[in-house]
C-alpha cells in the first residue's frame, strides 16, 4: 500500500518556464511534508517543506502547494534553470516516519 | 563531521556472503534512519534509531538484515546471506530529533549511499 504517490515518473520543462511536481497521499494523520532534490550519485538533499496547518510555503524559487482535502501537494519552480535538473522526492511524515514518494524526473531543457 | 558519511561507497559481492555497511551522522543528531532504493524505486524506510535503540524495524524486510547503533553514533547495517534482490543503494539519514518540533519540519540530512550489487 504505497501512502505517498507520484504519478509522473519524468518530465521535461524549458528553461525559464515553470516545472510544477505532483505528489499524492492517502493517510490524512501526516502532518508535515517535505521536497527533496537528488542528484546522480548523491544522497537527497532537502528543498522545502510546508506543516499541515498550511496551505502555502515559499523559499525563492520554490513554492509548495498543500491542498488538504484532496490529500494533494505539488512544488513549482520558477522560473527553471538547467541546474533544476534532478529526481525529486515528496515525503510526508507523521511523529517521526517519512515516507518517500517514487521521485520524478525533471530535466529542465537549455 | 559536517556531513553524513557512508562506506563503502560501493560494494560488489557474491550472492551468499555477509556485508556491513557504515554511517557516521552528524554529530549530535540523536535521530538516525536507514533508507535503501532499488532501481527505478522510491526510497524505502527500513530501521529508524533514537539514540541507540530501535523502536521502529519495521521496515527491515528479512530476518537477514540487522542494524545496530553504539555511543548514539555510528550504525551498522549488516545483511546475512546476501541475494540478488538486496541490491540497491542504502541511504542513511539524521536528524537533531525524531520527531516534528515546534520550530518546523524535523528535517532528515541524508549521506551518499552505500551501492551494494550482489552478483
Known amino acids: 500500500d504505497q501512502q505517498v504517490k507520484q504519478n509522473s515518473p519524468s518530465l521535461s520543462v524549458q528553461e525559464g518556464r515553470i516545472s510544477i511536481l505532483n505528489c499524492d497521499y492517502t493517510n490524512s494523520m501526516f502532518d508535515y511534508f517535505l521536497w527533496y532534490k537528488k542528484y546522480p550519485a548523491e544522497g537527497p538533499t532537502f528543498l522545502i517543506s510546508?506543516?499541515?496547518?498550511?496551505d502555502k510555503n515559499e523559499d525563492g524559487r520554490f513554492t509548495v502547494f498543500l491542498n488538504k482535502s484532496a490529500k494533494h501537494l505539488s512544488l513549482h519552480i520558477v522560473p527553471s534553470q538547467p541546474g533544476d535538473s534532478a529526481v525529486y522526492f515528496c515525503?510526508?511524515?507523521?511523529?517521526?516516519?517519512?515516507?518517500f514518494g517514487t521521485g520524478t524526473r525533471l530535466k529542465v531543457l537549455a | 563531521g559536517a556531513g553524513v558519511s557512508q562506506s563503502p561507497s560501493n560494494k560488489v559481492t557474491e550472492k551468499g556472503k555477509d556485508v556491513e555497511l557504515r554511517c557516521d551522522p552528524i554529530?549530535?543528531?540523536?535521530?538516525l534512519y536507514w533508507y535503501r532504493q532499488s532501481l527505478g524505486q522510491g526510497l524505502e524506510f527500513l530501521i529508524y534509531f533514537q539514540g541507540n535503540s530501535a523502536p521502529d524495524k519495521s521496515g527491515l524486510p528479512s530476518d537477514r538484515f540487522s542494524a545496530e547503533r553504539t555511543g548514539g553514533s555510528v550504525s551498522t547495517l549488516t545483511i546475512q546471506r546476501t541475494q540478488q534482490e538486496d541490491s540497491a543503494v542504502y541511504l542513511c539519514?539524521?536528524?537533531?530529533?525524531?520527531?516534528?518540533?515546534?520550530?518546523?519540519?524535523?528535517?532528515?540530512?541524508f549521506g551518499a549511499g552505500s551501492r551494494l550489487t550482489v552478483l
Open positions: 554529530s549530535g543528531h540523536t535521530a
Open positions: 539519514a539524521s536528524s537533531p530529533a525524531g520527531g516534528q518540533g515546534l520550530s518546523g519540519a524535523n528535517v532528515l540530512t
Open positions: 515525503a510526508a511524515s507523521e511523529t517521526y516516519k517519512y515516507i
Open positions: 510546508i506543516s499541515s496547518i498550511k
